[in-house]
């Protein structure tokens, strides 16, 4: 079994509908990210957490929200989609004993926004 | 946070060494770079990661040099299955860490 997975895998929706992304780990690891990428282009953080009370905007982090529900659980919401949106979207963890910079990404969620 | 400069693309052919450079010329004391792998729509994947000198495992090496303003990656006697998107970043370990940024990262291409 994925020890990072999202839901949906792939999601298409029009512009203005609210879309939640999840995210869900059993590596134990408290710290949780949500990345963007876009064709071609590299990875571009939206948030961090490194735990359950702690929320970070990326550099990317307008028009996106998100939600810790719990150590294993991540969300991530777009409150109104617009078409610049439609990406790949990845959660990742890592943890810091292990020095925090090795990142394990889940499968992706493609969400295109018509 | 350290910006890193990599070669958009790069070619090789089977059984090869390839050597991949990251320039990040305003790393800090504290930072450590580390390597990612990404095949097409699949998440990345940690490869490696060093502060200085060198660093080697199973799948990769990883030279730095003594001023730390530049890190190459070394892929030995690559396989079609190598080809992917390779990405350098820079960053604090430990309560710091998770921050870096991905760039654009080097696209690897290994022919037959």
């Known amino acids: 079994d994925a020890d990072v997975t999202q839901t949906p895998r792939n999601r298409i929706t029009k512009t203005g509908k609210r879309i939640m992304l999840e995210c869900s780990q059993t590596k134990g690891h408290d710290r949780m990210y949500w990345y963007r990428q876009d064709p071609g282009l590299g990875l571009r953080l939206i948030y961090y957490s490194f735990d359950v009370k702690d929320i970070n905007k990326g550099e990317i982090s307008d028009g996106y929200s998100v939600s810790r529900q719990a150590q294993a659980k991540f969300s991530l919401s777009l409150e109104s989609a617009i078409p610049n949106q439609t990406a790949l979207y990845f959660c990742?963890?890592?943890?810091?004993?292990?020095?925090?910079?090795?990142?394990?990404f889940g499968p992706g969620t493609r969400l295109t926004v018509l | 946070l350290a910006k890193t400069t990599q070669p958009i693309s790069m070619d090789s052919y089977e059984g090869q060494e390839v050597n991949i450079t990251c320039s990040h010329n305003?790393?800090?004391?504290?930072?450590?770079i580390t390597w990612y792998q990404q095949f097409p729509s699949q998440g990345p994947r940690f490869i490696i990661q060093g502060y200085k000198t060198k660093v080697t495992n199973e799948v990769a090496s990883l030279f730095i040099p003594a001023d730390r303003k530049s890190s190459t990656l070394s892929l030995p006697r690559v396989s079609l299955s190598d080809t992917a998107v390779y990405y350098c970043l820079v960053g604090e370990l430990g309560v710091n860490a998770g921050k870096s940024t991905f760039g654009d990262g080097t696209t690897l291409t290994v022919k037959p």
């Open positions: 990742a963890t890592s943890e810091v004993d292990r020095g925090g910079n090795e990142q394990f």
């Open positions: 305003n790393i800090a004391t504290n930072d450590y």
